[in-house]
C-alpha cells in the first residue's frame, strides 16, 4: 500500500457537478473529472484492506456486496497514487472490458462495500475508475489490439447491450469469429437508447464499437433475428450463438382509462429523445435542449408530467422531462420512504436501504422547490378529455399489511384515500418483465416462471444444443456491471464448450 494513512490524511473528493439549473439546458454529461492530484490523493485513501469487500461481489442478505466483476481495485487504486496509469488500466481492463460504461453508469457496489464506510467517507473508486480508462484512451494504450491467431470456430451474439457486447468482445479476444446482430440501427442496446446522453454520451459507445471493429468483430445493424433472420439459418451458419436480447418487455399498469393518449413506456420516452438528439449529428454533438424540435421525439415541454416508478428509470425520466421544459414534473413511489441513514437492521458491508436522491430528482427540486416523489401512491384510474388525452389521474395511497391468504406482505389501498392530479403526459418507468417472447419462440428454449431464459443454476447453456444466453434475459432486469459479468462468464461457457478448455 503506498500511503498507509491516506484515508486519514485526505477528504473524500468526487467529481463535481454543474449546477441543476445550468445543466437541464443541455443534454452533455455534467460532472467536471478532478485534476491529476486530486485523483492520486483518492488513491491514496484506499486502505488495501485485508478483506476488501469492494472487490468481493458476494451476495449478503440476498443483496450484492461489492463488485460483481471483482474488479481488482485496492490494486489499481494503488497504482493511481503511484501515478502508474497504464499498469492501473491493465489491472482494470482485466475484469472489466467497459470502465468507460460502468465509471459513468454503475451505482458502484464497490464503494458500497469500501471498508472506509465504517468510519468516515468511501474511497472515490467510480471516479478513479474513470480517470484511469480516459486517460488509457488520450495516451493510446486502450488501442485496438487484435488476436494474433484465429481459431476458425463462428459465434454470433444476438443483441449488442453490455452483455452482447462483453461476450463478444471476450471471445474475439480467444481468437474466434464473432458476428453481434443488432435490430437497433446502431449498437449498445439500452446503454444506448435507455441511458439518456447526461449519463453516458453516445460518442462513448461509438468509441469503444470502433475499437471492437478494428479488433474484428463484426456489427449487423437493423436485424432483428426471430424476424427479419431466421434462427435456424444463424444455426447452421455459427458453431455457437449467444441470445443476449435483453429484458425489453415492460412492466404495465392495468387500470381503467390507459387507453388514453399521452400515456407512454419510460423507455420508448427516452429512446425518442436520444434518437431526436442524434438524428442529425451535428446536432448530437451541441446536444443543447432548445435544439429538440416540435415532434421529432415525445415531448414534455409545457406539460404536467407524472412518472410512475421510482427507480433509476424514473429518475432518468425525471431529468429527461426538465431538459424538455416540463411545466410540472410528479413521481409515484409505491413503497415507503427509505431512511436517511442504515438501520442496525442494514449493517455494513450489505447494500445500502437508504434513501437515494439523483440527479433527475435533484433537478426537479432546485426548479420547482421540492422532491418530486410521493411514497406509498400509486394510479387507480386515468380520465380522459373529450379527444381521448390523458388530463387527470385519481390517485391512492398505500398501506404495508399481510395478505391472508398469502401470509406474504404486500401494498394495499387505503380505503378512501384517493385524490385527483391534473397530469398531460404519464411515463410509466415500473420495471420489466422478462425477454420478449418471439425471439425465444424462434430458437425454441425453454423459459422460466419469471419470463426469462431457462438454464441449469450457474450456468449458461440453453435447452437448445449450441444456444447459450447472457444478461438481462437470462438473470432478469438488473445493472449493467452484471450484464458485463454474464456476459464474460457466458462467453467462457461457449469458449470451453469449442476448445475443452
Same mark, same amino acid.
Given at each position: 500500500?503506498?500511503?498507509?494513512?491516506?484515508?486519514?490524511?485526505?477528504?473524500?473528493?468526487?467529481?463535481?457537478?454543474?449546477?441543476?439549473?445550468?445543466?437541464?439546458?443541455?443534454?452533455?454529461?455534467?460532472?467536471?473529472?478532478?485534476?491529476?492530484?486530486?485523483?492520486?490523493?483518492?488513491?491514496?485513501?484506499?486502505?488495501?484492506?485485508?478483506?476488501?469487500?469492494?472487490?468481493?461481489?458476494?451476495?449478503?442478505?440476498?443483496?450484492?456486496?461489492?463488485?460483481?466483476?471483482?474488479?481488482?481495485?485496492?490494486?489499481?487504486?494503488?497504482?493511481?497514487?503511484?501515478?502508474?496509469?497504464?499498469?492501473?488500466?491493465?489491472?482494470?481492463?482485466?475484469?472489466?472490458?467497459?470502465?468507460?460504461?460502468?465509471?459513468?453508469?454503475?451505482?458502484?457496489?464497490?464503494?458500497?462495500?469500501?471498508?472506509?464506510?465504517?468510519?468516515?467517507?468511501?474511497?472515490?473508486?467510480?471516479?478513479?475508475?474513470?480517470?484511469?480508462?480516459?486517460?488509457?484512451?488520450?495516451?493510446?494504450?486502450?488501442?485496438?489490439?487484435?488476436?494474433?491467431?484465429?481459431?476458425?470456430?463462428?459465434?454470433?451474439?444476438?443483441?449488442?447491450?453490455?452483455?452482447?457486447?462483453?461476450?463478444?468482445?471476450?471471445?474475439?479476444?480467444?481468437?474466434?469469429?464473432?458476428?453481434?446482430?443488432?435490430?437497433?440501427?446502431?449498437?449498445?442496446?439500452?446503454?444506448?437508447?435507455?441511458?439518456?446522453?447526461?449519463?453516458?454520451?453516445?460518442?462513448?459507445?461509438?468509441?469503444?464499437?470502433?475499437?471492437?471493429?478494428?479488433?474484428?468483430?463484426?456489427?449487423?445493424?437493423?436485424?432483428?433475428?426471430?424476424?427479419?433472420?431466421?434462427?435456424?439459418?444463424?444455426?447452421?451458419?455459427?458453431?455457437?450463438?449467444?441470445?443476449?436480447?435483453?429484458?425489453?418487455?415492460?412492466?404495465?399498469?392495468?387500470?381503467?382509462?390507459?387507453?388514453?393518449?399521452?400515456?407512454?413506456?419510460?423507455?420508448?420516452?427516452?429512446?425518442?429523445?436520444?434518437? !431526436?438528439?442524434? %438524428?442529425?449529428? $451535428?446536432?448530437?454533438?451541441?446536444?443543447?435542449?432548445? #435544439?429538440?424540435? *416540435? &415532434?421529432?421525439?415525445?415531448?414534455?415541454?409545457?406539460?404536467?408530467?407524472?412518472?410512475?416508478?421510482?427507480?433509476?428509470?424514473?429518475?432518468?425520466?425525471?431529468?429527461?422531462?426538465?431538459?424538455?421544459?416540463?411545466?410540472?414534473?410528479?413521481?409515484?413511489?409505491?413503497?415507503?420512504?427509505?431512511?436517511?441513514?442504515?438501520?442496525?437492521?442494514?449493517?455494513?458491508?450489505?447494500?445500502?436501504?437508504?434513501?437515494?436522491?439523483?440527479?433527475?430528482?435533484?433537478?426537479?427540486?432546485?426548479?420547482?422547490?421540492?422532491?418530486?416523489?410521493?411514497?406509498?401512491?400509486?394510479?387507480?384510474?386515468?380520465?380522459?378529455?373529450?379527444?381521448?388525452?390523458?388530463?387527470?389521474?385519481?390517485?391512492?395511497?398505500?398501506?404495508?399489511?399481510?395478505?391472508?391468504?398469502?401470509?406474504?406482505?404486500?401494498? !394495499?389501498?387505503? %380505503?378512501?384515500? $384517493?385524490?385527483?392530479?391534473?397530469?398531460?403526459?404519464? #411515463?410509466?418507468? *415500473? &420495471?420489466?418483465?422478462?425477454?420478449?417472447?418471439?425471439?425465444?419462440?424462434?430458437?425454441?428454449?425453454?423459459?422460466?416462471?419469471?419470463?426469462?431464459?431457462?438454464?441449469?443454476?450457474?450456468?449458461?447453456?440453453?435447452?437448445?444444443?449450441?444456444?447459450?444466453?447472457?444478461?438481462?434475459?437470462?438473470?432478469?432486469?438488473?445493472?449493467?456491471?452484471?450484464?458485463?459479468?454474464?456476459?464474460?462468464?457466458?462467453?467462457?461457457?461457449?469458449?470451453?464448450?469449442?476448445?475443452?478448455?
Amino acid at each position: 500500500m503506498g500511503k498507509a494513512t491516506g484515508f486519514l490524511d485526505y477528504e473524500r473528493q468526487d467529481k463535481k457537478a454543474e449546477a441543476p439549473k445550468e445543466r437541464i439546458s443541455h443534454f452533455r454529461e455534467f460532472h467536471k473529472p478532478l485534476t491529476e492530484e486530486e485523483q492520486k490523493k483518492q488513491g491514496a485513501r484506499c486502505m488495501d484492506c485485508g478483506v476488501p469487500f469492494c472487490q468481493a461481489g458476494m451476495m449478503i442478505a440476498g443483496m450484492a456486496s461489492g463488485c460483481p466483476l471483482n474488479n481488482l481495485v485496492p490494486e489499481w487504486n494503488d497504482l493511481v497514487y503511484h501515478g502508474n496509469w497504464q499498469l492501473a488500466y491493465d489491472r482494470l481492463h482485466k475484469t472489466n472490458n467497459f470502465p468507460e460504461f460502468t465509471s459513468r453508469v454503475c451505482p458502484a457496489l464497490c464503494e458500497k462495500a469500501c471498508t472506509c464506510n465504517l468510519n468516515g467517507d468511501p474511497v472515490a473508486t467510480r471516479s478513479n475508475e474513470y480517470s484511469i480508462i480516459e486517460r488509457a484512451y488520450a495516451e493510446g494504450y486502450a488501442a485496438p489490439k487484435p488476436p494474433k491467431t484465429r481459431t476458425g470456430k463462428k459465434v454470433a451474439v444476438i443483441g449488442s447491450g453490455p452483455s452482447g457486447l462483453a461476450a463478444a468482445d471476450q471471445l474475439n479476444k480467444r481468437g474466434h469469429l464473432v458476428t453481434v446482430y443488432e435490430r437497433e440501427d446502431k449498437a449498445g442496446g439500452l446503454l444506448r437508447y435507455g441511458i439518456p446522453n447526461m449519463k453516458l454520451e453516445k460518442h462513448i459507445i461509438d468509441r469503444k464499437i470502433a475499437v471492437m471493429e478494428q479488433e474484428g468483430v463484426t456489427f449487423v445493424y437493423n436485424c432483428n433475428v426471430g424476424k427479419d433472420k431466421k434462427a435456424a439459418e444463424l444455426l447452421k451458419e455459427y458453431d455457437r450463438v449467444i441470445l443476449a436480447c435483453g429484458a425489453k418487455n415492460p412492466r404495465d399498469i392495468k387500470v381503467p382509462g390507459r387507453d388514453a393518449k399521452g400515456i407512454y413506456f419510460a423507455v420508448d420516452f427516452l429512446t425518442s429523445t436520444t434518437k !431526436a438528439l442524434w %438524428a442529425d449529428p $451535428e446536432k448530437g454533438k451541441e446536444a443543447k435542449a432548445s #435544439l429538440l424540435k *416540435a &415532434g421529432s421525439c415525445i415531448s414534455a415541454k409545457g406539460k404536467r408530467v407524472m412518472i410512475i416508478g421510482g427507480g433509476d428509470t424514473g429518475n432518468d425520466c425525471c431529468g429527461t422531462a426538465m431538459r424538455h421544459g416540463a411545466k410540472s414534473v410528479l413521481q409515484l413511489e409505491m413503497m415507503p420512504k427509505a431512511p436517511e441513514e442504515r438501520l442496525p437492521s442494514n449493517p455494513w458491508p450489505e447494500w445500502p436501504k437508504i434513501l437515494k436522491t439523483d440527479y433527475g430528482q435533484e433537478e426537479v427540486a432546485a426548479v420547482f422547490g421540492k422532491d418530486p416523489r410521493v411514497y406509498q401512491t400509486t394510479v387507480k384510474e386515468f380520465i380522459k378529455d373529450k379527444n381521448g388525452n390523458v388530463c387527470k389521474a385519481v390517485l391512492v395511497k398505500l398501506e404495508s399489511k399481510v395478505d391472508e391468504k398469502s401470509g406474504r406482505r404486500m401494498m !394495499a389501498e387505503v %380505503a378512501g384515500s $384517493e385524490y385527483e392530479v391534473a397530469v398531460d403526459l404519464v #411515463l410509466i418507468a *415500473a &420495471g420489466f418483465l422478462g425477454c420478449e417472447e418471439y425471439v425465444t419462440k424462434a430458437f425454441g428454449v425453454e423459459r422460466n416462471a419469471r419470463t426469462n431464459v431457462q438454464t441449469e443454476p450457474g450456468a449458461y447453456a440453453t435447452s437448445v444444443k449450441n444456444v447459450y444466453t447472457a444478461g438481462d434475459m437470462h438473470r432478469g432486469q438488473s445493472l449493467v456491471v452484471w450484464a458485463i459479468r454474464e456476459g464474460r462468464d457466458a462467453a467462457r461457457a461457449v469458449d470451453y464448450s469449442l476448445l475443452g478448455y
